[in-house]
């Protein structure tokens, strides 16, 4: 069966250092990757999606850069944290190459604390 | 372009009762929908989704939605609420262009009082 992982579950990092969240799936090929931030009191916002390796696609621009160095990983960065980065964050996928009606599986999150 | 709202934050419903957290979509050509329910510190968990047919659609745990294709609505239901169903609601949809994302609600807190 497909699991994703999502690490570390809680960051706390101080303004202006840098940032590496990480996320695997395992089970499944080809995944679409997706990454997604929940402000607090806010609904999720779309930040970055892949259908494949090195094809990253960024809905919004931001602090934040994406990468996808193999075909079941995905990763979120920055140089410098800002304190708008704080947030809770969510690694998702979905099957490659299958209809819009495909659901999303998330990851269980990282909540970062930007201080 | 896509989007969606969940005119409420937050719906209390007395255990047994029940229980419907709205969202009401807007999209182009026709609307591709989901509910998801997130608990505490934890990811979205799929609930339901409606493509085509049947306006009520049954889900997880007991839940099901109505699309209303007038009112552009897909609101959620259960006919009797449990204190476990207490989490953050989202809903969500895509439209049928080809785009490779969802959009999500704001989110619906719900509360079961016991």
């Known amino acids: 069966s497909q699991t994703i992982h999502q690490w570390p579950a809680t960051l706390v990092q101080p303004v202006g250092s840098p940032l590496s969240l990480e996320c695997t799936v395992e089970g499944t090929s080809n995944p679409n990757l997706y990454w997604y931030r929940q402000a607090a009191g806010r609904g999720l916002q779309l930040l970055f999606y892949s259908i494949g390796i090195d094809q990253i696609s960024s809905e919004v621009p931001q602090n934040l850069s994406a990468s996808r160095p193999q075909d079941r990983q995905f990763i979120l960065s920055s140089k410098k944290l800002l304190l708008s980065d704080s947030g809770f964050y969510l690694c998702?996928?979905?099957?490659?190459?299958?209809?819009?009606?495909?659901?999303?599986?998330f990851g269980s999150g990282t909540q970062l604390s930007v201080l | 372009a896509q989007s969606v709202a969940q005119p409420e934050d937050q719906v209390n419903v007395a255990e047994g009762n029940p229980l419907t957290v709205k969202c009401t979509y807007s999209v182009s050509g026709n609307p591709y929908l989901f509910w998801y329910v997130q608990y505490p510190n934890r990811g979205l968990q799929f609930l339901l989704k409606?493509?085509?047919?049947?306006?009520l659609v049954k889900g997880s745990y007991g839940f099901e939605a109505e699309f209303n294709k007038s009112q552009t609505s897909f609101h959620l239901k259960k006919p009797s609420a449990l204190v476990s169903d207490s989490a953050l609601y989202f809903c969500?949809?895509?439209?049928?262009?080809?785009?490779?994302?969802?959009?999500f609600g704001t989110g619906t807190r719900l509360t079961v009082i016991p």
């Open positions: 998702a996928w979905s099957a490659l190459g299958q209809s819009l009606s495909e659901k999303l599986f």
């Open positions: 409606y493509i085509t047919g049947d306006n």
């Open positions: 969500a949809v895509r439209d049928g262009t080809g785009a490779n994302n969802l959009f």
